[in-house]
C-alpha cells in the first residue's frame, strides 16, 4: 500500500479527523448519556453554579483565571465530521455565563480549524470577557523558517479575531530534544521575536508547554532571567505526579516539573489533567472505590480537584465535546474543594491500582496521524484500552467466559475499525512515534495488539 499524504488521508478516512473516534466508536450523538456512562463517569441533577467559580491570579498581569480552562482540542463535529459550529457556540456560551473564561487553541488543533471556530464563537462576546491562548505549532521542518513561523504567528490574529493574544505558547517544546527546540525556536529568531511581540504589546504573557525530554524544560527555566516566562503549560494528573518518568522515560515525574515553577513562582498551566480520558475511563472496580468516598462525584473530578488542589496552578484544560463535561467540571471548580492530605494518599493508591493495567498510556492527541500507510492508531488504542479497563478482554482460552468475550471483543473490533485501518496493517516504519508526547513505541504496541488479536481469531489466546 502506497504511503498517503494527511489530505487524501482525511478524505479516504471520511471523518476528516479522528479526534471523535473514540467517543464516537462508542455511542452516536443521540446516544452521548451512554457513551458518557461507558466512561465511567456520572453526571447529578445538581446545580450548575454560574457565580461560585474559583479564579487564580497571574502575579504578572493580575488576569483573574477561571480555574477551570476551556482546552479547544475535542470540538463537537456534525455527522460528516465538520466542525459544529453552532454546538461550539452553544458551549462557549454556556462556560463563559458559568465563570469559564480561559479558552487554549492551536493551529495544529481540529484539522487547523480550532483558532477559527474558536475566534467565531468568542468574537460573539465583549473582548475583556474571555482570554485566549494560541501557539506556535511550527512542527512540520517546512515551518521552520523565520517567515514561515511568523506567517503561522500573524494567522492565529486573524483567526482568533483579535488583536491582542493573552498568552502564547511554545508548543510542545522537548520533542526532539535540543536540537529540534533550537531549530524552531534559537536558530530561526523566533523565540527572541515573541519577546519582542510581547515588549510591544502583541501578547500579553509569553510561556511554552512541555513533552518530552526534560533537558529541554531545564533550559528553559534556566534562562527564565532572561526570557522572564510568565506560565508555562505541564502535564500533570494523580498518576503522572510520582509516576510520570514511570511512563514516560524521557519526561520527569508532575511532582518535579510543577516544584521547579513553583521555586522561580511561574503559574502553571495543566493539560491532560485525565490523562487523555483515562482517568474517567477507569476499570470497574476503581471507579467503585472513588464512588465508596464520594457517591455523587465523578471520576473525573477527582483528577481535577488534585490539580485544583496545588496552589501554583493558573488553570487546569479540560476538552470537553458535550454539555455533560461541561457542567460537571463547572461544577467541581465552583468551587474547588483541595483535598485533604488522606484523599492525597487515596489518590496515589489509586494511581498505583492503574498502573498495574496493561493499558496503553495513549491519549488520543492525535499527533501520531495520519499513519502514512492509513492505520488508525488512536482508535486502536482507544479500542484495546476499554475493553481492558471494562475486563472485557479475555485472558486465556481456559476462562469460563472466553467464547463470550473472544466473540465480543473481535465483533466489536471490526466494527470500530475498518479492516485497512486495523493494526495488522502496521509496517514499523515508525514515522508515528517522533511525534508521541507520551513516548509510546508505537509499532511495537501495534504489534501486539495485532498478536492478540490474530490469535483471537485462532482460538490461540
Given at each position: 500500500m502506497e504511503p498517503i499524504n494527511r489530505r487524501e488521508f482525511l478524505k479516504k478516512l471520511g471523518l476528516g479527523s479522528v479526534a471523535m473516534a473514540g467517543t464516537a466508536m462508542l455511542a452516536s450523538c443521540g446516544e452521548e448519556q451512554k457513551a458518557q456512562r461507558a466512561l465511567g463517569t456520572t453526571y447529578s441533577e445538581r446545580e450548575v453554579p454560574t457565580d461560585k467559580m474559583t479564579y487564580r491570579t497571574n502575579p504578572t498581569t493580575g488576569d483573574k483565571v477561571s480555574l477551570l480552562g476551556y482546552g479547544m482540542m475535542r470540538l463537537p463535529q456534525d455527522k460528516d465530521g465538520n466542525i459544529d459550529q453552532d454546538q461550539v457556540n452553544k458551549l462557549v456560551d454556556y462556560a463563559l455565563a458559568h465563570g469559564v473564561n480561559y479558552f487554549d487553541t492551536s493551529p495544529a488543533y481540529c484539522r487547523g480549524v480550532c483558532e477559527s471556530a474558536t475566534g467565531i464563537a468568542l468574537s460573539r462576546h465583549p473582548r475583556d470577557s474571555y482570554y485566549v491562548a494560541a501557539k506556535l505549532s511550527n512542527f512540520n521542518p517546512k515551518q521552520y523558517s523565520h517567515e514561515e513561523s511568523v506567517k503561522m504567528y500573524r494567522k492565529s490574529f486573524e483567526y482568533l479575531r483579535v488583536d491582542v493574544i493573552d498568552y502564547y505558547l511554545l508548543h510542545s517544546v522537548g520533542g526532539g530534544g535540543m536540537k529540534n527546540f533550537s531549530e524552531r525556536y534559537l536558530n530561526n529568531g523566533m523565540l527572541d521575536f515573541l519577546v519582542e511581540e510581547?515588549?510591544?504589546?502583541?501578547?500579553?504573557?509569553?510561556?511554552?508547554?512541555?513533552?518530552?525530554?526534560?533537558?529541554?524544560?531545564?533550559?528553559?527555566?534556566?534562562?527564565?532571567?532572561?526570557?522572564?516566562?510568565?506560565?508555562?503549560?505541564?502535564?500533570?494528573?494523580y498518576v503522572d505526579w510520582r509516576h510520570g518518568y514511570e511512563q514516560n522515560k524521557r519526561n520527569q515525574d508532575a511532582l518535579y516539573l510543577y516544584t521547579e515553577l513553583e521555586k522561580r513562582g511561574i503559574p502553571a498551566v495543566i493539560m491532560e489533567p485525565l490523562l487523555g480520558g483515562r482517568l474517567s475511563n477507569l476499570p470497574t472496580h476503581v471507579i467503585e472505590r472513588l464512588k465508596e468516598r464520594r457517591p455523587q462525584d465523578s471520576a473525573a473530578s477527582w483528577a481535577f480537584r488534585f490539580c485544583g488542589h496545588w496552589p501554583g496552578v493558573l488553570t487546569a484544560l479540560s476538552g470537553m465535546t458535550y454539555m455533560e463535561h461541561l457542567q460537571d467540571n463547572i461544577r467541581t471548580f465552583s468551587?474547588?474543594?483541595?483535598?485533604?492530605?488522606?484523599?492525597?494518599?487515596?489518590?496515589?493508591?489509586?494511581?498505583?491500582?492503574?498502573?498495574?493495567?496493561?493499558?496503553?498510556?495513549?491519549?488520543?492527541?492525535?499527533?501520531?496521524?495520519?499513519?502514512?500507510?492509513?492505520?488508525?492508531?488512536?482508535?486502536?488504542?482507544?479500542?484495546?484500552?476499554?475493553?481492558?479497563?471494562?475486563?472485557?478482554?479475555?485472558?486465556?482460552?481456559?476462562?469460563?467466559?472466553?467464547?463470550?468475550?473472544?466473540?465480543?471483543?473481535?465483533?466489536?473490533?471490526?466494527?470500530?475499525?475498518?479492516?485497512?485501518?486495523?493494526?495488522?496493517?502496521?509496517?514499523?516504519?515508525?514515522?508515528?512515534?517522533?511525534?508521541?508526547?507520551?513516548?509510546?513505541?508505537?509499532?511495537?504496541?501495534?504489534?501486539?495488539?495485532?498478536?492478540?488479536?490474530?490469535?483471537?481469531?485462532?482460538?490461540?489466546?
Open positions: 510581547r515588549a510591544k504589546g502583541h501578547i500579553r504573557n509569553l510561556g511554552f508547554s512541555y513533552h518530552g525530554d526534560v533537558e529541554v524544560f531545564d533550559w528553559c527555566l534556566a534562562n527564565h532571567d532572561k526570557y522572564h516566562w510568565d506560565f508555562v503549560q505541564i502535564q500533570m494528573n468551587p474547588c474543594e483541595p483535598l485533604s492530605q488522606e484523599e492525597l494518599d487515596f489518590l496515589e493508591e489509586t494511581a498505583q491500582l492503574i498502573l498495574h493495567y496493561p493499558t496503553v498510556p495513549c491519549n488520543e492527541c492525535q499527533y501520531c496521524m495520519p499513519c502514512p500507510y492509513g492505520i488508525d492508531i488512536p482508535t486502536i488504542f482507544h479500542y484495546y484500552n476499554k475493553c481492558v479497563n471494562e475486563g472485557s478482554v479475555p485472558r486465556s482460552n481456559e476462562d469460563p467466559e472466553y467464547f463470550r468475550l473472544r466473540r465480543n471483543y473481535l465483533i466489536g473490533y471490526d466494527r470500530a475499525l475498518p479492516k485497512v485501518r486495523q493494526a495488522d496493517h502496521c509496517v514499523g516504519c515508525n514515522a508515528c512515534s517522533p511525534h508521541c508526547p507520551q513516548n509510546i513505541r508505537i509499532p511495537r504496541e501495534l504489534q501486539r495488539i495485532d498478536r492478540f488479536v490474530e490469535n483471537l481469531r485462532q482460538f490461540k489466546f
